[in-house]
């Protein structure tokens, strides 16, 4: 920093502080404060930097004083409370808000004080407090939408909002409550009204702020976590557009069963979790920052967004928020349902043990049932199902009574009654289908898919809707070899994409193809694959280097298929065609098809039931010669992201699998002989 001369120091004060650099005038300030640490005037700015810095704490320290040297102003005092306030002291916030005795502050005494309780989640205080404020007051109809928000009143609260909006005009802040009521009301086009006119004017009035840059892979500073961020409510309308993107992604994309057959060393169908490519964009649109500047919110969003690439990092990032309080109340509950869903249970046994007191806070009775019937799947099958089948026959009882609600609505052309009990259907749904698959999966396990099906078959009247439903009874018709039942599942859902095909998951492509074939609808097959040839054409035209994998993976599958069927020649050579060329189609997926087709065709070379003539021998070791040279870079397994054990980091690569698969075919022919 250049040297200051004397009688610069306030106007090089004041011209950081209009540019915003509040960094570099708390340097200034510390220093002078340092000479004379009574001056109120440096103290005042000191504060004033802290503040917009969201240092509050510091914030808070600096108007303490200032009310201590000057008690007779009532300003230094608002700031104190306000400071701890935002500082999240609650306790001392409420104590400094008794300091303020001057009538004219009377008003801001009792808004600070509502505020403290809502924080502190005393409600009822909190409406006693707001009570005592004028009626007209556009704060008292902002902070009761507030509170009629969080009694889950939220109708109630949009109105309250609606009319603080008449008052008050475009406030961040409002706008974003009004779009996550709506979210709470599952209205999702109106939400993302309100959230695009926040991102819309934040990207106008501040450009400063560098919004959707990242996304577009620019190199950008962090623009820090100041007070002028906080007021344009950003942060917050992104986490809840990825939200929504999300939530509407899901619907399209129904997350399955993950599901494999293991009574053969061929065949393994794994349909791939939804893509969340929007609300992924969403989190990246926001303000750039630094990983340590992020608030729980952004991180926890950030942590699920990216489970499925970085499960390891966002295992660690969800674990570390809880340790962190306060922490966003959905983080509990899905730390344990992701622990679930990679069957950590001794972990969720851990965590509810070392949490009880947030058990009740913040899992819901349908929730902690779940992840006990979960648990207990593990070591008591049986007594599993039975908890399961509770859950089941309390939403059923559910499913009747909404069923008969909607129809009475209809009859009696009530609208308002029919949209209530159909988003109420909407939430028994979203909680019946985890429990008929938690019921399915003990099954599948075992690999009774015969009682798989029965269990999906009982659930047809409430779940005939639902995509997740049909494509898991498509799953286990496929398992049971009756295809032409899966395809009767399966086709509605690819056609329901098929503008935009390589959105379905390559399994169900391959699942369909496969069901195609041995139903002779060769010309079907042929079709689907034509299309899917086509779009990553498309791809490929617009995006050179990046990998697509969707056709790769329906030739494995069915090179795989003809594999079983005891024909090697032609499912070997579909396979080894399928990863041409092997810079774009080699992956840690395509390669775990080809090497399960190659083990099965050493298997029955060294038990001499298959003969392989010497040019297609030939044929597969130039194959895997081509996969140990692309193969350096590319796992040759996904490992558990809390794998206590790891592969050592040499032998997980295709590489090092391709090189042991050769060596076997050369002691298997004795070619190295």
Known sequence: MNVIKDGDYTATVYK?????????????????????????????????????????????????????????????????????????AYAEAMKASFALDNPSSHLKMLKLQACIKYCEEDFSAAK????????????????????????????????????????????????????LTFYSLKNFPQALKYITEIIE?????????????????????????????????????????????????????????RHCRNGGALTSFLFAPPTVKGAQEALTDMPPRSQEELDPVTLHNQALMNMDSRPSEGFEKLSFLMQQPPFP???????????????????????????????????????????????????????????????????????????????????????????????????????????????????WNRENFQMVEKIFRSSLDTCKDSDTWKLNVAHVLFMQNKYKEAIGFYEPIVKKHYDSILSVSAVVLANLCVSYIMTNQNEEAEELMRKIEKEEEQISYDDPDKKVFHLCIVNLVIGTLYCAKGNYDFGISRVIKSLEPYNKKLGTDTWFYAKRCFLSLLENMSKHMVLLRDPM??????????????????????????????????????????RVLKALFYEVTGWNK
């Not at 005042?44 to 108007?63: I, K, M, N, R, T």
């Not at 929730?367 to 309390?394: W, Y």
């Not at 996904?638 to 790891?646: A, D, F, G, H, R």
């Open 16 to 88: 950081l502080i209009k540019d915003s650099q509040y960094g570099e005038a708390i340097h200034i300030l510390n220093a002078q404060l340092h000479k004379h640490n009574k001056s109120r005037a440096a103290l005042s700015l000191l504060g004033f930097c802290y503040y917009h810095l969201q240092d509050f704490s510091g914030a808070a320290e600096c108007y303490e004083q200032l009310t201590q040297l000057h008690p007779e102003v009532e300003e230094y005092k608002v700031y104190h409370a306000q400071s701890l306030y935002k500082a999240g």
């Open 128 to 179: 006693s407090l707001l009570e005592q404020l004028p009626q007209e007051d556009s704060d008292y109809v902002y902070n009761m939408g507030c509170l009629l928000y969080q009694e889950g009143k939220y109708e109630d609260a949009c109105r309250s909002f609606t009319a603080a909006v008449e008052v008050l005009g475009y406030v961040p802040a409002l706008y974003y409550n009004l779009a």
């Open 201 to 257: 004017r934040g990207i106008r009035e501040h450009p400063e702020l560098s919004v959707g840059v990242s996304t577009e892979g620019a190199d950008v500073h962090s623009v820090g976590n100041t007070l002028l961020l906080h007021q344009t409510a950003l942060i917050e309308a992104f986490n809840l557009k990825a939200a929504i993107e999300f939530q509407l992604k899901n619907r399209k994309n129904p997350s399955v069963m």
């Open 329 to 443: 109340p959905v983080c509990f509950g899905n730390l344990l349902l992701l622990y679930c869903k990679h069957e950590y249970f001794d972990l969720v046994a851990d965590v509810l043990a070392e949490n009880a007191h947030l058990t009740y806070k913040f899992l819901s009775p349908y929730m902690f049932e779940f992840l006990d019937a979960s648990q207990t799947s593990q070591t008591a099958p049986e007594e599993a199902f039975r908890k399961f089948e509770e859950m089941s026959g309390k939403l059923t009882e559910q499913h009747r009574k909404l069923t008969k609600q909607v129809q009475d609505a209809r009859l009696s052309r009530d609208e308002e009654a029919e949209k209530k009990a159909l988003q109420e259907y909407d939430v028994m749904l979203e909680k019946y289908i985890p429990v008929l698959m938690g019921q399915a999966k003990i099954y």
């Open 617 to 658: 021998v030939q044929e597969c070791v130039q194959f895997l010669e081509h996969c140990e040279a692309y193969g350096k870079e590319v796992p040759a397994i996904i490992e558990q992201p809390l794998e206590e054990n790891p592969v050592h980091i040499g032998k997980n690569t295709v590489t090092y699998e391709a």
